[in-house]
Nanobody, 114 residues
Framework: QVQPVESGGGLVQPGGSLRLSCAAS????????VDWYRQAPGKQRELVAG???????NYADSVKGRFTISRDNAKNTVYLQMNGLKPEDTAVYYC????????WGQGTQVTVSS
């Protein structure tokens, strides 16, 4: 089964930035919207941001003005630029199509700590 591959996570200080990437083989990203989710320890997975086929973004209130989602269809990749990171952004970040069509990937760990 096709799985997305998330990358770009790491340890960053509060106020710092990271750029996450989400890639999948084939046409699956070209013909669907793509969402980024995150799951913090002991919490439910939550939707962070999404982007439609035509490139229209939407964001959870908690990340509006700090995160930017974009897509490069030529590279079958969706990005999440995260600025102004806060400790509460610490989580494993996942991506999937919208609607959810892929098996969940391994995710990428984002840790915001001083």
């Amino acid at each position: 089964q096709v799985q997305p591959v998330e990358s770009g996570g790491g340890l960053v200080q509060p106020g710092g930035s990271l750029r996450l990437s989400c890639a999948a083989s084939g046409l699956i990203f070209k013909i669907n919207g793509v969402d980024w989710y995150r799951q913090a320890p002991g919490k439910q997975r939550e939707l962070v941001a999404g982007i439609t086929i035509t490139g229209s973004p939407n964001y959870a209130d908690s990340v509006k003005g700090r995160f930017t989602i974009s897509r490069d269809n030529a590279k079958n990749t969706v990005y999440l630029q995260m600025n102004g990171l806060k400790p509460e952004d610490t989580a494993v970040y996942y991506c999937n199509t919208n609607p959810t069509l892929l098996s969940w990937g391994q995710g990428t760990q984002v840790t915001v700590s001083s």
